[in-house]
């Protein structure tokens, strides 16, 4: 790459469809060049159950994109969620004839079995990153390239969708014409553009809790090693708000944004929230321990889904970095303290790490799509450039590679 | 693969078609291969289908077909070729219709015959209304059956009473429902999965198609999966209970049965052998078995046993008819343990396995017993396939059954008539005569006096007349006769004209009530449902009570002519006064609906697929969930 690209991010999430356009440097810098964003419709939990109405924001978002930043979007890289998407530990192998130097095709091949074989009909690798490579048998090492081996094994973190509802995802996407690079899942973007190396080397849980759902990824001494979906999210507090003090959505999703509170120091008994009446609504006022309740015991369920699975792989004394939490979710009030207290852990709000941005978009939301952008910049910035050893590469890849693996 | 690559898609029609799918995708059917296709638009804005048709733009306009079985014909007609176009190419093609409204009813049998003129095989699963949907919706329901087998290759009927009896009548009403639905979603994906995968011994299509052909018959199905230690007989066990298998008392008439097990790389020939011989046991001479084995690596530690079959309509009616007759309660019926040495060759259902006593626990495993045992026991009896090897105790079977169907405790037991595995088992007295004497008679004969005691309540009753439909009639006739008996014990037991112990204190009278209760709330809940009304005919709330009591039946036919000059008003009377008698259950239903209300309160997530994780619904506040109301 020999100067400036373009590349854009999309998300297309279950309250809103937000674009990032971004331009990549060739010494690996990302210049954020402007954002578009709009209220989603037809998306639930994650996934797009009404294809005309997400496809009608998503473009709707892509042009005020392409008006704010004067750019002609071609291709995009998209961001997935959704329940079905499935993070899981898969180990390959393979010999050498002769002890032999190991060279970048060597792992390439790995990364190709991996996605050979830990795809099915029905499911479709997104990612395939390597978590450590095993030579001989004994030697555990991060980066194998230039080493002498007879045998190399590698254990990949694979996060794999569904292949119908990728499917459906891309779709909307290509109606508009455009053409998806490649598909990142939110949470590794997340973790791309919400963390540092040496936060991720110290071990860090970050986690996205969007309106539909909630993605997470750990990383242990820089490798990713566990991450999943949890279709559960902000809107399952606005409901629950909704449902147990018999409120209007609009009205309890106001109330989750302005008044809950995850800290009980902040609640008497007795103190009360009073709600204005409209048009469609008498006025009420609503108990605001009750109102604190609902919302923890909700937030408390979905961060034990996580720690149990933390406790069960047996990662969760290793998060020196502590939690980094991002997602429209991350502005509940109190919600540090009691992350920190529930995870034992220290916890922060995770912002977008881009040098020189804008304080508009220093927004935990927009971790995700800037973090797709700067995936994808990551991408573009790794593809091949001519020379003997790129040749072999893209031999290789014309026989496998359907899509470029992520590593 | 044996057979030409295979193409199949699932069109689910009407609204509780394309809820029943919702079902589907989340058992793991692909959304590409669903077909959404109703008059509604709102029904399929909702749905997680990969293709969606709208039925008669012009005609409903979006609406839906309100009930209206012509305005749903007239929709598919103007949608038959997006509907063929969607399916073209496709071997198989899977109707998934609720009968009764007016989408199902009027658009499955235009839709199955077009799909099945352009060369796709279809197979229609369909569900009948309850019962106390009314007459309108139960005739629409069965003109549309009628229609329907005339035009798709087969049908697999789901009657929605039935549905919960596998749970017992305690169950969660929303674990009964769950049930019905996965048994619909199982029964479309067993038929994919028998057709598609790759199997170490293939079934081939027509083989399957083979076994359900039969016009003018009734489908067997039945799904069982289980990872338990003896998880071979287990899975058969739960299979047999499917509602739609009749407790496996059917599987000797069928001429093809259908069997596929499936099991991951741990299952045994063993295991396999023993499931086969223990299904030996259960079906006919003739029955032909059309053996499939697969090995499925996500299935793990599970074996899992599809059945598929079809029994002519005659005998099933036949069979129906014995069961009011001799006054067996179907939900007392059990399946013949499967684990039994049989004694009695199973010519009719009388002739039940002889079930064990219920302390004799013993593990299967170490029950085999050589060929020449059984074979003795069973003299000329011989199943097609596979030839008996069987282990003689069949405590572990019974055993579940009763876990499963925590009624009939042996308190509760002793006040009902035997079961008649327990006449078998010779209970001291011989309390109830009529059965027993009936027992010994030929099938044909009880067969010969049945059509008398029924025909009189039938012909007063000029609806049934119209039913074409020859099981939903003999259905409708026993419910009737039910209904009469139960008029004729509540008359009773006001006027003590008669010691009638078991009248007003029925051991097994609440579970009707239940039984309507969740008909009820399942009727409230479906999107298609009309208002709703308490039932107009005589409800099954009845259905238990009468043929519980060999006497009553024997009083009731005796005294007939009684009920020759019935009217509607009379009837009307009786169910006033049911709704009346029972005054603790109506206690015990209202408290059936909060609990029920409180349990599925999903609010915006309503209609959306649940979040099912740690067998929880994550969209169910957690505050109720973990019942912290503030």
Known sequence: MSREEIIVGVEIGTSKSCVVVGEVHPDGRLRILGTGEQPSRGVRKGEIVDADNAFRCVSDALIEAEERTDTQIRYVFLGITGSHIRGFEHRVSMSLDNPDVI??????????????????????LIHALPMRYTLDGEQEVLTPVGLIARQVEADFHCISADRTRLANSINCLRKSGLDIEEVVAPSFAAAASATSVQERDMGVLVLDIGAGTTDFIAYIEGVPRLSGVLAVGGDHITNDISLGLRLPLQIAERLKIEEASLDPSTAMPGDTISIKGDASFSGRDVARQDLNLIVSMRVREIFELIRSRLESDRLLGFLGAGVVICGGCANLSGLLPFTAELFGTTARIGRPQIQGIPNTLNNPSLVVP??????????????????????????????????RPIS | MPHQPFKSRIIGLGGAGVNALQQLISEGASAADVIAANTDVQSLSVSSAGIKIQLGRRVSRGLGAGGDPEIGMAA???????????????????????????????????????????????????????????????KQASDALGALRAAAHAVIVFENDRMGEPLGPQAGVQEAFANADITISRAVLALITIACRESLIQLSLDEIFKAVELKDSRCLFGFGLSDSKDRALDALEQALQNPLMDRGLLLEHCENLVVQVNGGSEMRLIEVQDLMEALGRLIGENTQVLFGLGADPSLGGCISVIILGSVPEAEYTRRRQLLQQTGADERNLRTPAIRAQQTHPPTSFTAEPTPPPLSAATPPAALSYPKAVSNQSRPGEKPPTISPLGSPQTAPAMRRIHRQNPLPTPTARSQHPPLFAENELQEPEPHFPRPEKEDQRPPEEIQETQPEAVSTPDSQLEDRAENNDATDKSAGDSEILHATQGALDLKRSVAASMPQPEASAHPRAPIGIQNTISALVKKFSSPHSERPKLPETPSTSTKPQAPEDPPHQQQSAHSAPEFLDVDEEKLAQRGAARVVRPRSETAQAKQEFLQFDQGTTRGRFEKSAPTIIDGQDLDIPTFMRQNKKP
Request: charged share 25%; aromatic share 6%.
């Open chain 1, 103 to 124: 060279q970048q095709e060597h792992l390439d091949i790995l990364t190709q079995r991996a996605r050979e074989e830990s795809e099915t009909n029905d499911r479709e």
């Open chain 2, 76 to 138: 598919a007609e103007e949608s038959t070729d997006e509907i063929r176009n969607a399916v073209r190419g496709c071997n198989l093609v899977i109707l998934a219709v609720g009968l009764g409204g007016g989408t199902g009813s009027g658009a499955a049998p235009v839709i199955a015959r077009a799909i099945a003129e352009s060369g796709s095989y279809v197979v229609a699963i369909v569900t009948m209304p309850f019962h106390f949907e009314g007459r309108r919706r139960a």
């Open chain 1, 370 to 403: 800037i973090g797709i952008t700067r995936a994808g910049a990551d991408i573009i910035l790794n593809l091949p450039q001519s020379g003997p050893i790129d040749l072999v590469k893209n031999f290789f890849g014309s026989i496998f590679h359907k899509k």
